[in-house]
């Protein structure tokens, strides 16, 4: 292997959840530089990161001499890791190769042509995957069946002026006809305050009505303050575009900010009552109730279990060989609930990791 095939895998290799991490220790030598210590034969080395360890404990031929005293499932698992390695790398360049613009199509290949004799015919630049869409992709082909012979398909500026705008026109027809029904019997307007993978704040106002959930307009407030009277404008704006008399009740989060400005928006509007979200209380509960001492404690040492599964890859096989084996769900950083999620998903799993403790395997391992 390259000099830059192993720096581009050790780069992608470096994450602590590797299970290389597992059998080495990260320190400093006395000029400051980092090396990596097997646990193994005490194999010290100061460049090539993880994946240059990996080498080591896989017995490879490399960089580095292969270490004699590596168990061998972990050489096994260091060897299959190598593998998967070589594999996406290999992925990555045939899938460069064939890049453009407009994406990644698939290339002409033998047998393309339905007629070769015939220059003027060409293949369509189709993805394979498209094949997988099964509904789609029979949609297609019986829209295709049913044109008649010389239909002639849309060229770039028609795609991108006239259909766009005919798409445009048809989707402002579909939120007219909930206009209708909002006029008749009334809707309930909500706002939904978020923030983005970009880490943008967000807010999507949404109109619900006995038909259906329609989506309004999303605002980008990344860059205002939002006190009470910049929100109140904002909701004011909204409530204006679909007729305050059609608005019945008024949704949104439970900062103080979005009460008064809701509450403000109630006083203009007599027509427009307001509650808080649902799922913003509860989850302002579940916050008060996961920040408890011993709710604290249960939840780390439920996360210490589920790192100690997924982190081994011969137990984590071993468990999902078991009849009726579902995964662990394991918490992040996202909404409250996840940690009782994830502390109920453990509880489930109770007699399989009890089963997994006991088995010859685990205690001989």
Same mark, same amino acid.
């Given at each position: 292997?390259?000099?830059?095939?192993?720096?581009?895998?050790?780069?992608?290799s470096?994450?602590?959840?590797?299970?290389?991490?597992?059998?080495?220790?990260?320190?400093?030598?006395?000029?400051?530089?980092?090396?990596?210590?097997?646990?193994?034969r005490?194999?010290?080395?100061?460049?090539?990161?993880i994946?240059?360890?990996?080498?080591?404990?896989?017995?490879?031929?490399?960089?580095?001499?292969?270490?004699?005293?590596?168990?061998?499932?972990?050489?096994?698992?260091?060897?299959?890791?190598?593998?998967?390695?070589?594999?996406?790398?290999?992925?990555k360049?045939?899938?460069?190769?064939?890049?453009?613009?407009y994406?990644?199509?698939?290339?002409?290949?033998?047998?393309? $042509?339905?007629? +070769?004799?015939?220059?003027?015919?060409? @293949?369509?630049? &189709?993805?394979?995957?498209? /094949?997988?869409? =099964? #509904?789609?992709?029979?949609?297609l082909?019986?829209?295709?069946?049913?044109?008649?012979?010389?239909?002639?398909?849309?060229?770039?500026?028609?795609?991108?002026?006239?259909?766009?705008?005919?798409?445009?026109?048809?989707?402002?027809?579909?939120?007219?006809?909930?206009?209708?029904?909002?006029?008749?019997?009334?809707?309930?307007?909500?706002?939904?305050?978020?923030?983005?993978?970009?880490?943008?704040?967000?807010?999507?106002?949404?109109?619900?009505?006995?038909k259906g959930?329609?989506?309004?307009?999303?605002?980008?407030?990344?860059?205002?303050?939002?006190?009470?009277?910049?929100?109140?404008? $904002?909701?004011? +704006?909204?409530?204006?575009?679909?007729? @305050?008399?059609? &608005?019945?009740?008024?949704? /949104?989060?439970n =900062? #103080?900010?979005?009460?008064?400005?809701r509450?403000?928006?109630?006083?203009?509007?007599?027509?427009?009552?307001?509650?808080?979200?649902?799922?913003?209380?509860?989850?302002?509960?579940?916050?008060?109730?996961?920040?408890?001492?011993?709710?604290?404690?249960l939840?780390?040492?439920?996360?210490?279990?589920?790192?100690?599964?997924?982190?081994?890859?011969?137990?984590?096989?071993?468990?999902?060989?078991?009849?009726?084996?579902?995964e662990?769900?394991r918490?992040?950083?996202?909404?409250?609930?996840?940690?009782?999620?994830?502390?109920?998903?453990?509880?489930?799993?109770?007699?399989?990791?009890?089963?997994?403790?006991?088995?010859?395997?685990?205690?001989?391992?």
């Amino acid at each position: 292997m390259s000099t830059s095939s192993s720096r581009s895998s050790s780069q992608s290799s470096r994450g602590m959840t590797d299970i290389t991490w597992t059998h080495v220790i990260d320190g400093v030598n006395p000029n400051g530089r980092k090396t990596l210590k097997c646990l193994h034969r005490g194999k010290v080395t100061r460049g090539g990161g993880i994946f240059r360890m990996k080498q080591h404990l896989a017995g490879t031929k490399g960089d580095v001499g292969a270490c004699l005293k590596v168990p061998f499932d972990v050489q096994y698992l260091m060897r299959e890791s190598l593998k998967d390695i070589r594999i996406k790398n290999k992925e990555k360049v045939d899938s460069s190769k064939y890049n453009t613009p407009y994406g990644a199509p698939i290339h002409r290949l033998e047998g393309d $042509m339905l007629n +070769e004799d015939n220059e003027e015919f060409c @293949p369509s630049e &189709i993805h394979i995957n498209e /094949s997988r869409f =099964g #509904s789609q992709q029979k949609l297609l082909v019986d829209a295709m069946t049913a044109i008649e012979s010389g239909y002639k398909h849309p060229n770039y500026h028609g795609l991108r002026v006239n259909l766009l705008r005919d798409a445009k026109k048809e989707v402002q027809l579909f939120v007219d006809s909930y206009r209708k029904i909002w006029e008749n019997v009334g809707c309930i307007l909500m706002a939904d305050g978020w923030t983005d993978n970009s880490h943008r704040s967000l807010i999507n106002f949404m109109v619900y009505c006995p038909k259906g959930v329609c989506f309004v307009k999303s605002i980008d407030a990344s860059d205002v303050v939002k006190d009470v009277g910049t929100l109140l404008k $904002m909701f004011e +704006e909204v409530a204006l575009w679909i007729e @305050p008399n059609s &608005i019945v009740h008024f949704v /949104s989060d439970n =900062g #103080s900010n979005y009460k008064a400005a809701r509450r403000m928006l109630s006083e203009k509007y007599p027509s427009i009552t307001w509650s808080p979200c649902a799922t913003h209380s509860i989850n302002l509960v579940l916050k008060d109730i996961v920040e408890m001492d011993h709710i604290v404690y249960l939840a780390r040492r439920a996360s210490e279990v589920t790192k100690f599964v997924y982190n081994h890859t011969f137990f984590i096989a071993w468990l999902r060989r078991r009849q009726g084996w579902k995964e662990i769900v394991r918490p992040s950083a996202t909404r409250f609930a996840i940690t009782f999620i994830a502390m109920r998903s453990l509880y489930e799993h109770k007699h399989d990791l009890q089963a997994m403790v006991t088995d010859k395997s685990f205690v001989d391992s």
